[in-house]
């Protein structure tokens, strides 16, 4: 029996969802041949957990109080995190620190400057979520198979390499860390977004989206990494076209934007919850 994990992008509940969180949309025209038009710009940037964290039990939402219990806690974190740096720190120790989190790479890495995961959770219907996820009901992402756990370890090897200041990887059979770039997993040479999808989520930071419709396409582009996937409108895919290709039901989005299918997965892409 194979376990799966339903986001609340297939539920009716994420458009309403949209409705509140794409208030900075930019007004979009109606053309005359669709009802609806997705042109726009969209931030998805959001507190809600990915997976239900596990002080919530089997809480599918949470109240005020606990919604403002996780952005203060957010605001505590990047308050501490934007700290000024002390001018006469001495040097990293030789090898670095050993936390290679969040692009540390042993020396340290993104302070608050840089990171904008969102500023407060959404809210449905007067319904505050304690999780994206939605099925299986404790909202958390079911355990990844030992072949998934295999196949991203292969794919993020790079990210777990530890430098520890020595040519390491000369005793060791096969290529080196700094071969060339293909020994860099494809989210560190920044080909691949970390939360670009699919399924497309909030991350620490680039949650900004931008849609193009026009009568026979959808595209939309991430600022993750400029990942752009082009939706033919009710046309099967051409053979070849690439990764990032879907369709959607052209009756079904005289209603709501129904994302049908989607056709080949890279590969590479792996689902990585960004927060």
């Known amino acids: 029996m194979k376990k799966r994990c339903i986001f609340l992008a297939e539920s009716p509940a994420f458009y309403l969802w949209c409705a509140l969180v794409f208030m900075t949309c930019s007004s979009a025209a109606l053309a005359s041949d669709r009802a609806v038009d997705l042109s726009g710009f969209y931030d998805s940037g959001t507190l809600t957990p990915v997976s239900r964290p596990q002080e919530f039990g089997d809480k599918q939402f949470m109240t005020r109080e606990e919604a403002n219990k996780v952005t203060e806690n957010m605001r505590s974190l990047i308050a501490t995190s934007n700290s000024k740096s002390d001018p006469d720190r001495s040097a990293p120790k030789l090898g670095g620190d050993g936390n290679n989190g969040l692009g540390a790479g042993g020396v340290g890495g993104y302070n608050a400057f840089w990171v904008d995961p969102g500023s407060d959770v959404y809210e449905i219907d007067g319904k505050i979520r304690t999780s994206i996820i939605y099925d299986p009901p404790n909202g958390r992402q079911p355990q990844m198979t030992a072949k998934g ?90 053979p070849g076209l690439g990764p990032n290709c879907g369709i959607f039901n052209r009756k079904a989005i005289q209603q709501v934007p129904i994302l049908k299918q989607t056709e080949p997965f890279h590969q590479m892409k792996i689902f990585i919850p960004a927060i």
């Open 149 to 238: 756990m295999g196949k991203m370890a292969r794919n993020f090897a790079s990210f777990a390499y530890n430098n520890d200041g020595t040519a390491s990887w000369l005793s060791k059979q096969g290529p080196g860390p700094f071969d060339g770039p293909e020994t860099l997993a494809l989210a560190e040479r920044c080909l691949l977004g970390f939360s670009a999808g699919p399924p497309s989520l909030p991350g620490l930071y680039n949650n900004f989206k931008r849609i193009i419709q026009t009568d026979e396409h959808v595209m939309i582009l991430l600022e993750m990494v400029h990942d752009a996937r082009i939706i033919k409108l009710n046309i099967l895919p051409t």
